[in-house]
């Protein structure tokens, strides 16, 4: 019975998304829905780009969900850039209903450019479309590299990710590489996004899983890796039941060849 509701709960914002996405459209306003963990740094990203935005003469909006408080919308004063504060009270996302309302007090013929700040949740803000032309995920270094398999949703849903508070990569323990392949189906994405995990696991095997799969040639295929090479991948953290002997054998292609 539930799930029933959410699901109406879901096709009513939907159908209202869908308005919204055609009133931009007619005014030519592409729309950004920018969304995080509470501190990631939507509104830092925001001011950084607005600095650059405004004297090449890019006319910007912004929408600014929080749950109290018009502290986001308040930094943004100082550029020349309409601003509407959303205050959800206990809700912890925006929903099409609420930018709606928005767009009532913005002139969206004024506008090229729409920012949307999310409220602050690796959560539902992803299950509601805003009639936005992109969503885009804020990770921070900060929140460690596992946040993408834990909120997969968000991840998955979003279709640009922004990896943000690199500049703090010196003092802590995010490992990039990991937080990009955690996403994938074969860890190992490319050479420029993955560095780190090239020519590990079964990657060293075959490539790429998928390419693997695809097209499951014999060649260029290494028979066993060093153990070195695994335990870079399977740590105790992450496989804690990984024995190279006995797991070797099952990543051997054709399997009985190790
Ligand atoms: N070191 C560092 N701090 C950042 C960066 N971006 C944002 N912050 C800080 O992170 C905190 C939260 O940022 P804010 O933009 O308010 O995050 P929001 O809650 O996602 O809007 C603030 O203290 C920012 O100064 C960054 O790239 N590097
Ligand atoms: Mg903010
Ligand atoms: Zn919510």
């Not at 943004?76 to 504060?85: D, I, S």
Request: aromatic content about 6%; glycine content about 6%.
């Amino acid at each position: 019975m539930k799930i029933t509701v959410l699901d109406n709960i879901l096709q009513a914002n939907d159908a209202i998304a869908a308005e919204i996405a055609a009133k931009l459209a007619a005014h030519r306003v592409f729309a950004i829905n920018l969304m995080s963990s509470p501190g990631a740094g939507k509104t830092t990203l925001l001011e950084r780009t607005l600095e650059r935005l405004e004297p090449k003469g890019v006319r910007v909006g912004v929408i600014e969900g929080d749950i109290e408080t018009s502290r986001d919308a308040e930094r943004l004063e100082g550029f020349n850039v309409p601003v509407v504060q959303i205050n959800t009270g206990t809700a912890c996302h925006l929903d099409a209903n609420m930018i709606n309302g928005a767009l009532a007090n913005l002139d969206c013929s004024a506008i090229d450019l729409l920012f949307i700040e999310n409220v602050g949740n690796l959560v539902c803000p992803s299950a509601f479309d805003l009639g936005e032309t992109f969503k885009v995920a804020l990770l921070s270094t900060t929140e460690g590299e596992d946040k993408p398999v834990k909120y997969p949703e968000m991840f998955r849903r979003a279709e640009y990710v922004v990896l943000n508070k690199i500049d703090l990569l010196p003092h802590i323990d995010f490992d990039v590489d990991r937080a990009i392949a955690d996403g994938e189906e074969s860890g190992f994405v490319d050479i420029e996004s993955t560095p780190y995990l090239a020519g590990v696991g079964c990657e060293v095997c075959h490539g790429p899983g998928k390419t693997h799969v695809a097209d499951p040639k014999p060649g260029n295929i290494i028979r066993k890796p060093p153990e070195t090479t695994c335990r870079r991948c399977h740590t105790p953290a992450r496989d804690d039941n990984f024995s190279y002997e006995d797991d070797i054998k099952k990543i051997a292609c054709p399997p009985d060849d190790n």
